[in-house]
């Protein structure tokens, strides 16, 4: 079992960054795709971007593409979103996920461990 806990959230203007973390516990933390994903109020949950156990392998949505950058590393159990340039489209709650699979996923069910979310809010 793997449990995860984000960090780094908080209230920026438009145009500016935030580096979010998820640290994991267990030692088989390398063994998970990991995943980021957000939740605004009255939307579903979203991809938006994974990474594979190795980290070689990266996957974004197109909503982020070229502004956010995951990234992991394995000795220190940690998960990080670079978000650049944010757009108050941004603001949600962002959670990470831990899936078994060999490659980077956005399928939010191919996720089995969810952390409890940082909530990431962007002002005009």
């Known amino acids: 079992q793997v449990q995860l806990v984000e960090s780094g959230g908080g209230m920026v203007q438009a145009g500016d960054s935030l580096r979010l973390s998820c640290a994991a516990s267990?030692?088989?933390?390398?063994?998970?795709?990991m995943g980021w994903f957000r939740q605004s109020p009255g939307k579903e949950r979203e991809f938006v971007a994974a990474?594979?156990?190795?980290?070689?392998?990266?996957y974004y949505a197109d909503s982020v593409k070229g502004r956010f950058t995951i990234s992991r590393d394995n000795s220190k159990n940690t998960v990080y979103l670079q978000m650049n340039s944010l757009k108050p489209e941004d603001t949600a709650v962002y959670y990470c996920?831990?899936?078994?699979?060999?490659?980077?996923?956005?399928?939010?069910?191919?996720?089995?461990?969810w952390g409890q979310g940082t909530q990431v809010t962007v002002s005009p």
């Open positions: 267990g030692r088989t933390f390398s063994r998970y795709t």
């Open positions: 990474t594979s156990r190795s980290g070689g392998n990266t």
């Open positions: 996920a831990a899936s078994p699979r060999l490659g980077a996923t956005p399928r939010l069910n191919e996720y089995d461990y």
